[in-house]
């Protein structure tokens, strides 16, 4: 069989998992013979990196910061991104893109690694107080499923150079924040139920700088929070 572009999304996504052989079998080795295929085939290569990359930050992440993985999983991804630039300079047409905090329908399977918003939805859902990580300001840059798409797709296009692109919603929003949307959407008024962090490898911020996204691959995402929680629920609702 021969291909002209070739969407590599797969990988081992559990930040927990500590297992280096599994992760590096998998998630590396994996993409290797992605590129090996690629290469034999002249195709092009669109694949998922991770803002896991960037690591402990406070400030917006732009894709020219090196990378600070603290964990396996990120510095799984940091090696894939690695791989791809050697790629590129030998010729092979590959894009990165480098996904934030992603949520939205289908992604039920992932059961324990699922987004925290279908999490505490869950929880919720069941009259529980959703359970999140003391004191509850610690943000993430949530990121809807449809606009992950969408520039996935304008980076598999002319568009998309040999290079990685942040994709995320640009903004930075706590959990205190996506308690609140939750419970509006919800009709509940269930406070939060804090506990402490036992990871220290834990990213208390994440906000992708969508600079280059933008400009390159004309990339505007569509779904924040108090638009992209609502429809994700009506989407769960109707599977009910």
């Known amino acids: 069989l021969r291909f002209d ?33 690629a290469r034999e ?12 990359t960037y690591g402990q ?16 999983y990120a510095f799984s991804k940091v090696v894939l991104d690695n791989l791809a630039r050697h790629a590129a300079a030998d010729g092979l047409r590959v894009t990165g893109v480098r996904y934030f905090n992603v949520y939205g329908p289908r992604e039920q399977h992932k059961k324990a690694a699922a987004s925290m918003i279908y999490q505490l939805y869950l929880q919720m859902k069941a009259g529980k107080r959703p359970r999140v990580f003391r004191p509850g300001d610690q943000k993430r840059d949530f990121v809807h499923v449809d606009d992950v798409v969408e520039g996935t797709l304008l980076a598999a296009s002319t568009r998309g150079a040999n290079t990685v692109y942040n994709l995320g919603s640009g903004q930075a929003r706590s959990f205190n924040e996506l308690i609140s949307i939750l419970n509006k959407a919800m009709d509940t008024k269930l406070a939060p139920d804090y506990f402490s962090n036992p990871y220290g490898f834990y990213q208390e911020f994440t906000e992708a700088d969508l600079t280059r996204s933008k400009r390159e691959l004309g990339y505007t995402p ?6 992209g929680v609502p429809a994700y629920l009506k989407t769960l609702k109707a599977k009910a």
């Open 41 to 52: 085939g002249n195709a092009r290569v669109v694949y998922a990196s991770s803002a896991a």
């Open 5 to 37: 572009l070739i969407f590599h999304l797969a990988s081992i996504t559990d930040t927990t998992v500590h297992d280096q052989f599994a992760m590096v079998r998998d998630n590396v080795e994996g993409f290797r013979r992605i590129l090996e295929i």
């Open 222 to 227: 569509a779904f924040p929070l108090e638009i």
């Open 57 to 72: 930050a406070s400030a917006r992440m732009d894709e020219e910061m090196p990378p600070k993985p603290a964990n396996v």
